[in-house]
């Protein structure tokens, strides 16, 4: 399973509850399916427009004024020579890669039938591979786009689950099943039942690999959904239950106890990683789904705790994203007495860890979070003083030493080389986080998490650069979609373009983006996010006011990444599913 999974696939699990055994008389709904963020996608550094405070498109403002001397620091230039990310790439990483391209020619060429089979070939034959991972939102974002004709010619080719060996095939290969479902559903309800009732049939598959990946979450509930559709609840519940014992202590295991049986293991009873992630993000959205706010906050601490506990426990020389920032982010939830607790805690963390890696990428995560959109001014101060600390220790050499280290993924390797950049973004030195993302793309192709993440930042940093070059701004962000049509950042920076014409004036211009945001991407949060937007537009283009844009947009773009506060995109119901990624 690719560590960090696109997100399309999901859709799989979602429509299932959506068919009645006899008769699919409506689409009720469609569930989110949000590709999880990169890793360093929190960065609050890189988004914050020029009325949502501290300004980064404002280098007079005092707030983001650099505090450490550039002189005092090595030249970047120099730097980024001594570095070097990857070795000549093996034979095999060279087939996928062209098989990749291969797939992607076929897509911008318009022959988007044998894109999607392409895809759905290279998932299966190269898993666990940065391409195999872009392959998976590619196919879901390309389906979403065909027409009639071509879904019947989909039809015709798409293989048989049985002739399919991973699970990430199979999942998209059931996410060809829902969405013809859904084409179906008013016009042949009888015919989009049975494709409903193959995605059932399917199902089981799910729950013999990756027993640690949190978007069992979604699985086993929409599973147990389906199954009292089909008049097989119990005896669904009673193969579960009976599954789990047969399972080594791991989070399916965990969850099919909580859920099913009834009884919440001991979350120590899982040993992985992952595993208690997932239960920490179990937590998380039970909290966020509680409707009585003392069950809500016992939820968040759970999850709080449970991060701490992970975070406390990280070893120093085994880096890992996204621990102290969960720890907050739960502790967030929980109140503000919880929060200002979990950032003194994070902070004596620093003053008492020896300085590492794994310490670097803590104080990372806790500028970010100082730096949130609608933080109080005084953690804003300490978060960019955090960003100057960031590029202060970056000078004793660690940070070059994992980079080179062969013994840590090479993704994660690319994506520190990211967050070296961010940090020098995070104090308003754009020439040389520019320079760190230009050397990113060098070694790691635009599919994989750094080399997106790179390129969505330089678009960034670009706005920063000539934002009185409205036009300009606007095409950089649309070649960035047009290479990652898929990508967790694409909804956003076509919500960012909108932006762009709504401030020039042009309300049709910027309507028709967000129209195509809500149906390109009507999986995702953006679809939600541009909803109020395209009701004012509308308004605007109704009456024959352009109007001078949505400010209250404008606050929200934004960091690296989409516009959201400490809740993050897993908050929505089902985007807590993956453990990371494009």
């Known amino acids: 399973m690719p560590r960090f999974r696109a997100a399309s696939t999901r859709l799989f699990w979602s429509a299932i509850a959506l068919v009645s055994a006899v008769v699919l008389t409506a689409w009720v709904a469609t569930v989110k399916a949000e590709p999880s963020p990169p890793p360093d996608v929190a960065s609050g550094s890189l988004h914050r427009s020029s009325d949502a405070g501290p300004s980064a498109l404002n280098p007079e403002t005092p707030i983001l004024a650099p505090r450490v001397e550039l002189a005092s620091l090595q030249p970047v230039p120099d730097l980024l020579k001594s570095l070097t990310l990857t070795s000549t790439p093996t034979p095999a990483e060279v087939t996928v890669a062209d098989r990749f391209a291969q797939a992607e020619a076929k897509r911008v060429g318009g022959n988007p039938v044998d894109a999607v089979l392409?895809?759905?070939?290279?998932?299966?034959?190269?898993?666990?591979?940065?391409?195999?991972?872009?392959?998976d939102g590619r196919a879901g974002y390309v389906m979403n786009q065909l027409d009639a004709a071509q879904w019947e010619a989909l039809e015709a080719a798409v293989p048989d689950a049985k002739d399919l060996k991973t699970l990430d095939s199979i999942l998209v290969l059931g996410?060809?099943?829902?969405?013809?479902?859904?084409?179906?559903?008013?016009?042949?309800?009888?015919?989009?039942?049975?494709?409903?009732?193959?995605?059932?049939?399917?199902?089981?598959?799910?729950?013999e690999d990756d027993l640690d990946d949190d978007y069992k979450m979604t699985i086993v509930e929409e599973y147990l959904l389906a199954a009292e559709m089909l008049g097989k609840g119990a005896e669904t519940r009673a193969a579960l239950s009976a599954h789990a014992d047969t399972l080594p202590?791991?989070?399916?295991?965990?969850?099919?106890?909580?859920?099913?049986?009834?009884?919440?293991?001991?979350?120590?009873?899982?040993?992985?990683?992952?595993?208690?992630?997932?239960?920490?993000?179990?937590?998380?959205?039970?909290?966020?789904?509680?409707?009585?706010?003392?069950?809500?906050?016992a939820y968040f601490i759970k999850s709080r705790d449970l991060g701490k506990r992970m975070l406390e426990t990280q070893p120093a020389n085994e880096p890992r994203f996204n621990l102290a920032h969960?720890?907050?982010?739960?502790?967030?939830?929980?109140?503000?007495?919880?929060?200002?607790?979990?950032?003194?805690?994070?902070?004596?963390?620093?003053?008492?860890?020896?300085?590492?890696?794994?310490?670097?990428?803590?104080?990372?995560?806790?500028?970010?979070?100082?730096?949130?959109?609608g933080a109080p001014a005084e953690q804003t101060v300490a978060g960019f003083q955090h960003f100057d600390a960031m590029l202060v220790e970056a000078e004793e050499g660690f940070v070059e030493a994992a980079i080179q280290d062969t013994n840590i993924d090479v993704e994660l390797r690319g994506l520190l080389a990211c967050v070296w950049g961010h940090a020098f973004a995070g104090t308003n030195r754009v020439d040389e986080a520019v320079l760190f993302y230009d050397w990113v793309l060098e070694y790691c192709p635009v599919e994989t998490h750094p080399g997106e993440s790179a390129a969505y930042s330089k678009a960034v940093m670009y706005e920063r650069q000539h934002g009185y070059e409205k036009s300009a701004c606007a095409t950089v962000y649309e070649d960035f979609v047009a290479k990652h049509p898929s990508s967790y950042y694409a909804p956003h920076a076509k919500i960012r373009v909108a932006e762009i014409h709504a401030e020039q004036g042009d309300a049709a211009a910027a309507l028709a983006i967000y129209e195509e945001v809500a149906r390109d991407y009507q999986n995702?949060?953006?679809?939600?996010?541009?909803?109020?937007?395209?009701?004012?537009?509308?308004?605007?283009?109704?009456?024959?006011?352009?109007?001078?844009?949505?400010?209250e947009g404008a606050r929200e773009h934004r960091r690296h990444g989409p516009p959201r506060t400490i809740r993050t995109d897993d908050a929505s119901r089902i985007e807590h599913q993956r453990h990371g990624g494009n």
């Open 524 to 551: 995702r949060s953006a679809a939600d996010d541009v909803a109020s937007r395209v009701a004012e537009l509308e308004a605007d283009v109704r009456s024959g006011e352009t109007g001078d844009g949505n400010p």
């Open 249 to 297: 202590w791991c989070f399916t295991r965990w969850l099919i106890e909580a859920e099913i049986d009834g009884r919440e293991p001991d979350p120590a009873m899982v040993t992985s990683q992952e595993g208690l992630e997932s239960i920490r993000k179990y937590y998380l959205l039970k909290g966020r789904d509680a409707t009585e706010g003392p069950a809500a906050t």
């Open 118 to 135: 392409d895809y759905i070939r290279l998932i299966d034959q190269f898993p666990d591979t940065p391409q195999a991972d872009a392959a």
């Open 175 to 207: 996410q060809f099943h829902v969405l013809c479902a859904r084409q179906l559903a008013q016009s042949d309800p009888a015919k989009a039942a049975q494709h409903i009732q193959t995605v059932y049939a399917m199902a089981w598959r799910a729950f």
């Open 326 to 373: 969960a720890y907050l982010e739960a502790a967030h939830e929980a109140g503000p007495e919880s929060a200002a607790e979990a950032v003194a805690y994070v902070e004596k963390y620093l003053e008492t860890q020896p300085l590492s890696i794994m310490r670097w990428i803590v104080r990372y995560e806790l500028a970010v979070y100082l730096t949130r959109v």
